[in-house]
């Protein structure tokens, strides 16, 4: 358990020392992430089992999230405030898991989404390295339903939407000329208005906000 301590402190002051901190923040970037993903339907899903509840009152269902949320990001920053980054973005699996009187009847997949957004990165980079930061922007999302001219949403596979996200990010300098090592942490996602056009029985007519986002943690590169 001490070996464990000792490691844990020289980590903190490897992090903190400000022989190490980057001095020059502004450049291009490239990072890579990976985290988990949820999926929030504004109440969609909600309002199908109240429709199918009238003939099934024991049905139940629920969207589910499967596999991982993998991220890639190339940015620019161009001072210790503004920056601006592009952002492509694989959710992973979304599954519809349907129940009756409790019990799973199946679980299948129904939209595989992926985004893509360019967004403004506002924060501030301290001398230490660390940067403390929020990104807002536009996105467009693919929501990957592969029968998408049979469905009840429309336009699914083409939707505009909003990004947004926040986090902080440490910068490791290298040395003059070599770069800054990045490491990243934060919170990630995008939001679109969905519109069902009724066009199978168990559907209303009505548009719901969606969200997606995922938890994520990160590595990459400044120039």
């Known amino acids: 358990m001490k070996k464990y301590n000792l490691v844990a402190l020289c980590g903190i002051a490897l992090l903190s020392s400000s ?3 980057s001095s020059d923040p502004s ?5 890579g992430a990976v985290g988990t993903t949820g999926i929030d339907d504004g109440g969609y899903t909600d ?18 999230t499967k596999g991982s949320t993998k991220t890639y990001s190339m940015g620019y920053q161009i001072n210790r405030i503004v ?4 952002t492509y973005m694989d959710y992973g699996r979304i599954n519809l898991n349907q129940k009756s009187a ?16 360019v967004s403004a990165n506002l924060g501030y980079s ?3 390295g660390l940067r403390p930061f929020a990104k807002i922007g536009i996105s467009y999302i693919d929501f990957g339903v592969e029968d998408a001219g049979n469905s009840s949403f429309k336009d699914i596979n083409g939707h ?12 490791l300098d290298l040395g003059e000329n070599h770069g800054n090592v990045l490491f990243r942490t934060g919170v990630e996602g995008d939001i679109a208005n969905v519109e069902l056009e009724g066009s199978q029985g168990a559907f209303i007519e009505d548009n719901y906000n969606w969200s997606i986002a995922t938890l994520y943690a990160g590595v990459g590169y400044r120039f």
């Open 160 to 171: 505009g939407g909003i990004h947004i996200g926040a986090g902080v990010e440490y910068a």
């Open 27 to 31: 450049g291009f970037y490239v990072l």
């Open 47 to 64: 309002d199908f089992n109240d429709n199918v509840n009238i003939s099934q009152p024991s049905f139940d269902s629920e969207l589910e």
């Open 102 to 117: 409790g019990v799973s009847t199946g679980s299948s997949q129904v939209f595989a989404p992926e985004s893509f957004s």
């Open 19 to 21: 022989a190490f901190a």
């Open 83 to 86: 920056g601006v980054e592009a």
């Open 126 to 128: 301290f001398h230490n």
